[in-house]
């Protein structure tokens, strides 16, 4: 049964830099068959797709984070990192990790597992 | 503002039933890729329950099942549970500008 768990600050200060793990277990973040990704929903609101990361490296974000936003992947630990630069009470959510399905390619691509999720507050 | 549009929230009673719907374009839902549907209970992380359309994930009941046509998809929940109260997400992937994942907004279910 694969699970994969969020871990990192509670806390960030305004205009730093919000870093969060993802630590998979009960699967191989190299398998050929999935993405890993991270999605966020602010306080109330819906979610909202960040960013994916394939093991080899390869990565595609949301374009309206893409300059700030850097995912990555630790295959001697099975992790993937996110790392959110200049933050603002904006990027306050809970950030969810999950697994992006994409055996049949992106146009049928799901996430299939989730995180239980994190919540990042953004404040000074 | 969402890239995919579903109505803010839909009520049914108890063993009734209630439909979801999902709006997208021709750059998601009309250009023919996947729609998927996530349930979120309260205070708990989404959990994927229709994919492909119209697929269920082992566990979930029949009483969930999803269609999709032209640019709109739909969930239909038949013999509503209290149980069944969540907000729901449709997704699907995007390909304008760049390859990107959308979601709706959600939709809250309230059973009366």
């Known amino acids: 049964q694969l699970q994969l768990q969020e871990s990192g600050p509670g806390l960030v200060r305004p205009s730093e830099t919000l870093s969060l793990t993802c630590s998979v277990a009960?699967?191989?973040?190299?398998?050929?068959?999935?993405?890993w990704a991270w999605i966020r929903q602010p306080p109330g609101k819906g979610l909202e797709w960040i960013g994916i990361?394939?093991?080899?490296?390869?990565?595609h974000y949301n374009p309206s984070l893409r300059s700030r936003v850097t995912i990555s992947v630790d295959m001697s630990k099975n992790q993937f990192p996110l790392r959110l630069t200049s933050v603002t009470a904006a990027d306050t959510a809970v950030y969810y990790c999950?697994?992006?399905?994409?055996?049949?390619?992106?146009?049928?691509?799901?996430?299939?597992?989730w995180g239980q999720g994190a919540l990042v507050t953004v404040s000074s | 503002q969402s890239v995919l549009t579903q109505p803010p929230s839909v009520s049914g009673a108890p063993g009734q039933r209630v439909t979801i719907s999902c709006t997208g374009t021709s750059s998601n839902i009309g250009a023919n890729y996947d729609v998927h549907w996530y349930q979120q209970l309260p205070g708990t992380a989404p959990k994927l329950l229709i994919y492909?359309?119209?697929n269920r994930p082992s566990g979930v009941p029949d009483r969930f099942s999803g269609s999709k046509s032209g640019i709109s998809a739909s969930l239909a929940i038949t013999g509503l549970q209290t149980e069944d109260e969540a907000d729901y997400y449709c997704?699907?992937?995007?390909?304008?500008?760049?390859?990107?994942?959308?979601f709706g907004g959600g939709t809250r279910l309230t059973v009366l």
């Open positions: 997704q699907a992937y995007d390909s304008s500008l760049s390859d990107h994942w959308v």
């Open positions: 990361v394939f093991y080899t490296g390869t990565t």
């Open positions: 492909g359309n119209t």
């Open positions: 999950a697994r992006l399905w994409d055996n049949y390619g992106y146009a049928r691509s799901y996430f299939d597992s």
């Open positions: 009960g699967g191989s973040i190299s398998n050929s068959n999935f993405y």
